[in-house]
């Protein structure tokens, strides 16, 4: 009488994994205008293209106020 000893198989997987390259780049954000900036470059815009300027606007607002406090 022969016994047929029956061992069970292990199934086994593996996953490889492995990069493409060793290499590792870096990013970093500058801020390339801020506020000050901005008002810096519009204002010399609008004063190089329009003739606008932000005191000359304020002076006259400033001067309208006065007149009409002076004439009550």
Known sequence: MHIKLQ???KRLSYIKVLYASMS???YSENVLYDFATIIGAVGGSLG??????CFQCGSWIINIAWRKLQTK
């Open 24 to 26: 590792v780049l870096n």
């Open 7 to 9: 061992r069970k198989k």
């Open 48 to 53: 190089l293209f329009l003739g606008f300027s």
